[in-house]
């Protein structure tokens, strides 16, 4: 295991976890799952990753396919294909009992008419993993009302959700804070709330692009401040990741939801 110099709450490892992240696009779905795979491996568990955006698989491009914890993709985009790619990573998932990340991107019909079915739910309280539905979304007005029809819908009912706003989608100029409040008032977010609904604030991460260019992910940014071949990176970008992943932390800590995440 790597070492790190942010402290990171010790969690128990539980049941294998089914994150399933729904969310318009560029709202910051890829960047949290990619978070959680590296949170994830650092502290010794394995995560098995699913990338079903090919118009845009960030996670593919982070985690090549066919290559040790790569990530695995689809056919193609077609419902058809989308929906075989479901069912295998589901039934490698439960085989293995390692958690899996699934990236659906445009890929809600091929989930909802895998859960119909299969009932992905029960089938994962059959084989003992926990799902959680993962929502995210900047103060777009559009972004609430997508994953609101994704909840009506009703095809992957969780006791768990997990709505993340993420504050990188905050205008120039604005901080996030009560950016967000329009939406955080409107009554219908009461469908998407109960016992096991938590809201966790993702702060913007400047030099993103920078890090993933060195070929760093966060966690080697933070920890080390150091390219691979040895040259250090500017000590803003290793500042940056640092402060990033403690809020994060701090954010699941506050929440109590480490025990929900892979």
Known sequence: MMECAIDNAKIVQGRPVLVVRNGRGRTGGSTFLDFLIQR??????????????????????????????????????????VKEWIRGLVSKMAQERVSLVLDLGAGDQALAESCRELDLVEFCEEHEVEPLFLGTMGPDPEDFEHLLTIKRAGFFQTRRVILVLNHNLVRAGKTADGEFDAILERPELEELEGPGFRILQMPRLIYMEKIRQCGLNFYEAAAYGKRKDGRPIDPMWQFDAKKWIKHLEREIQENDVGEWLP
Request: charged share 25%; glycine share 14%.
């Open 40 to 81: 994830a491996r650092i502290e010794g568990r394995s995560v098995l990753v699913g990338d079903g955006d090919r118009r845009n698989a960030t996670l593919a491009a982070l985690y090549a396919p066919g290559t040790p914890g790569g990530a695995f993709l689809p056919k193609s985009d077609e419902t058809p294909d």
